[in-house]
T-cell receptor, first 118, second 117 residues
Framework: KAGVTQTPRYLIKTRGQQVTLSCSPI?????VSWYQQTPGQGLQFLFE???????NKGNFPGRFSGRQFSNSRSEMNVSTLELGDSALYLC?????????????????FGPGTRLTVL | GENVEQHPSTLSVQEGDSAVIKCTYS??????FPWYKQELGKGPQLIID?????GEKKDQRIAVTLNKTAKHFSLHITETQPEDSAVYFC????????????????FGTGTLLAVQP
């Protein structure tokens, strides 16, 4: 079974631009979560989508948004890029929702998209 | 506030020795504690997890212990091998909002483990 795939793997943008990242979950998985990983802040939760609906959101500004399609694929968009948005963006898929009452559903991470903002 | 502290940030051991990584959390209602291993160029991979109703869990050379009273949990790797070299992250579930209906994982800052052959 194929793992979680993320495209593109590397991206270079300039301040003020916007970017869209894509994530294809493991077949049969309906939940996709997004995380930002930086050396200073570590892994931080952005949001989770399940059945095309955002179910939970982290403490990030509204410039960070996402969506999920009927085939469970998800996209994340960052508008008006800032230098501080440079990070590795990871997506993780799970069979079912992970940010609900039971957080113990295993998440499978993709390799990430390395975003550099100049 | 949301906080998971992880120590040490780097750890170097000789092949065959044991390695211990410790984490503390702040939310007394946290009930799920996974550990992830991240190799260079890859995403984190779950290696073991423990729930709050269990004090210890073991899987071959890896074990995790949980002390709910002190709000800390630890990862123990015995008989370390060079392929254990990676960054290890602990995480704890944390309630979001009221009623405990939603949770999110709060991650520690990671431990770079180097196993010297």
């Amino acid at each position: 079974k194929a793992g979680v795939t993320q495209t593109p793997r590397y991206l270079i943008k300039t301040r003020g631009q916007q970017v869209t990242l894509s994530c294809s979950p493991i077949s049969g998985h309906r939940s996709v979560s997004w995380y930002q990983q930086t050396p200073g802040q570590g892994l931080q939760f952005l949001f989770e989508y399940f059945s095309e609906t955002q179910r939970n959101k982290g403490n990030f500004p509204g410039r960070f948004s996402g969506r999920q399609f009927s085939n469970s694929r998800s996209e994340m968009n960052v508008s008006t890029l800032e230098l501080g948005d440079s990070a590795l963006y990871l997506c993780a898929s799970s069979l079912t929702i992970t940010s609900g009452r039971d957080p113990g559903n295993e998440q499978f991470f993709g390799p990430g998209t390395r975003l550099t903002v100049l | 506030g949301e906080n998971v502290e992880q120590h040490p940030s780097t750890l170097s051991v000789q092949e065959g020795d044991s390695a211990v990584i410790k984490c503390t959390y702040s939310d007394s209602a946290s009930n799920y504690f996974p550990w992830y291993k991240q190799e260079l160029g890859k995403g984190p991979q779950l290696i073991i997890d423990i729930r709050s109703n269990v004090g210890e869990k073991k899987d071959q050379r890896i074990a995790v212990t949980l002390n709910k009273t002190a709000k800390h949990f630890s990862l123990h790797i015995t008989e370390t091998q060079p392929e254990d070299s990676a960054v290890y992250f602990c995480a704890a579930s944390m309630r979001v909002g009221y009623g405990g209906a939603t949770n999110k994982l709060i991650f520690g800052t990671g431990t770079l483990l180097a196993v010297q052959p």
